[in-house]
């Protein structure tokens, strides 16, 4: 996370997470100033908790049910283990009244597992993926469990606004407590894990009606990506080289257009593939004019619905090359590889056209940096209304995925535009990503969450 690098170096913050490796017991260490916290997991806990309930429960029900959600008992089990180790080992390392910033959806239950262990902390959480509509979550046994892990938060983090209301929504439906705008009033009763924390005693208040509630923020903070230095790698005159490289390499086409994801079925990898084929068969375009990069990151696959991805998406690539290519022109340059970040960067600037046709996508980076990296303020980026970028860079080109013919008829657009509206179109983006930048987005995080929050006055508060 560099984007907390250096906010965590200020405050000689430590970082506690997963290695990335089953069955290691590593030692706390330092590194470049930040103090690490490993946490281990077993090979079955990878499985189960990781694999599993993480990646095969939580994300195809947070992603509106794109692919179905597997639910086992023996997984959630294990998310609740981890979930636990993850919140003692950050009780034990933080400093009394210290702040404490949990990521993501894979650790939803570590806020009030926390504050139970450790009510003097304030504790955020931020989730990087969507918060599904009330009548998706719902299906999730465990439905209760996941929303008062969270409200052990102060302040709840969300890409969209629409997902901290889907959230707020579930609160009021499987607790019936009160929301008010950004605000969840969450009773403090002398039994449970809301007791009076002495710590946060601001956050504590008594409503008009009289009773003692904890207030907790639910509220959009869009991330962003650190602009400035795609922009920096994007004007090294060696990345322009390669740039320039690339587009010779493929046969000096009029247009590239460019796909990267993590291959992974909320990306929509399938629906871009099915347009452009299309668009190929109709001859509205054609292989000597204009090709499609496609980097698929290789991605969870030991998940099997990542596997059955993969062959689908590879049978359909393997097709439309098959009927379309030529000896000399290749309709889709198709990479399932990871390439370090001076690659990406080249690849976006060699590129014409920024396909991002996400289904569901708590953000979607990948357009942030595409438009960073263009000063040259030009190149179109068509964007998927379902991936969260979508509230901000409303100057891109946006698409439903799921409307072929209005994802050709835009990709069309995109391949005519002329270059005043390109550079028109680019400039707005750009002065978007710039100035909304990664930084911003952790300082504004962490202020709501340490300075609180505006309903806060001298006379209710505790
Ligand atoms: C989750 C949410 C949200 C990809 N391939 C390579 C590579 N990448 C980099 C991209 C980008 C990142 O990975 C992917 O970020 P995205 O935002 O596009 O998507 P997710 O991985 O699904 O991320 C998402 C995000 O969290 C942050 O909150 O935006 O909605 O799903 O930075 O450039 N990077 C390199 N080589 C690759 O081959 N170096």
């Given amino acids: ?33 930040i103090r690490i916290i490993p946490v ?28 179905p959600p597997t639910y086992h008992r ?15 080992a950050a009780a034990e390392i933080a400093s009394p009244g210290g702040v404490v910033w949990v990521q993501d959806y894979q650790l939803q239950l570590v806020p009030r597992l926390l504050r139970e262990l450790r009510p003097d902390l304030v504790i955020g959480f931020f989730n990087h993926i969507p918060f599904p509509a009330y009548g998706i979550y719902s299906q ?13 938060a102060d302040v709840i983090g969300f890409q969209r606004p629409a997902d901290a209301g889907n959230f707020s929504r579930a609160v009021r439906r499987l607790l019936g407590y009160n929301t008010h705008g950004t605000f ?52 090294r005159p060696d990345i322009q080289a390669r740039a320039r490289q690339i587009r010779e390499d493929l ?46 990151s290789p991605s969870r696959e030991r998940v099997e619905t990542y596997r059955l991805l993969r062959d689908e998406i590879e049978l359909t690539v393997g097709r439309i090359n098959g009927d379309f290519s030529t000896i000399s022109h290749q309709a889709i340059n198709y990479l399932h590889h990871g390439y370090p970040r001076e690659e990406m960067v080249a690849l976006y600037l060699a590129a014409d056209v920024m396909l991002v046709t996400a289904l569901r996508d708590g953000m979607n980076l990948v357009a942030k940096e595409y438009v960073a990296v263009r000063y040259d303020n030009d190149g179109v980026l068509i964007l998927s209304e379902f991936a969260g970028a979508s509230d901000e860079l409303k100057q891109a080109l946006l698409i439903n995925p799921h409307d072929i013919d209005g994802l050709k008829d835009t990709i069309m657009r995109a391949v005519e535009m002329p270059r005043a509206e390109r550079v028109r179109r680019m400039r707005a983006l750009r002065k978007r990503v710039l100035e909304n930048d990664v ?24």
Avoid: C
């Fill in 184 to 235: 969840i009033d969450v009773p403090v009763s002398s039994d449970g894990p809301d007791t009076l924390p002495s710590g946060v005693a601001a956050r504590v208040m008594t409503t008009r009606r009289g009773d003692v509630v904890r207030s907790v923020v639910a509220k959009h903070f869009p991330i962003s990506i650190d602009s400035q230095s795609y922009e920096e790698m994007a004007r």
């Fill in 40 to 67: 281990r997991l077993s090979a079955q806990e990878l499985e189960e908790y990781y694999e599993g309930f993480s990646n095969d429960t939580l994300w195809p029900l947070y992603h509106d049910v794109i692919a």
């Fill in 140 to 152: 999730l046994p465990w439905r209760t469990q996941i929303i008062q892990g969270l409200l052990g």
């Fill in 251 to 296: 046969g000096n086409p009029k247009t590239i257009m460019l796909g990267v994801d993590r291959l992974d079925y909320t990306k929509g990898i399938g629906h871009r593939l099915k347009a452009f084929g299309e668009l190929l068969a109709e001859d509205r375009i054609s292989v000597e004019d204009v090709t499609l990069v496609q980097v698929a």
């Fill in 439 to 462: 930084a911003k987005w952790s300082e504004s995080f962490l202020d709501t969450l340490v300075n609180g929050s505006a309903r806060f006055t001298s006379s209710n508060v505790h």
């Fill in 1 to 33: 996370m560099t984007a907390l690098e250096p906010v965590m170096r200020e405050n000689d913050g430590a970082w506690v997470g997963w290695p990335g490796v089953a069955d290691q017991d590593i030692e706390p260490f330092d590194n470049d100033g």
């Fill in 74 to 88: 023996e997984w959630w089990e294990s998310y609740v283990d981890v979930n636990r180790r993850f919140a003692a």
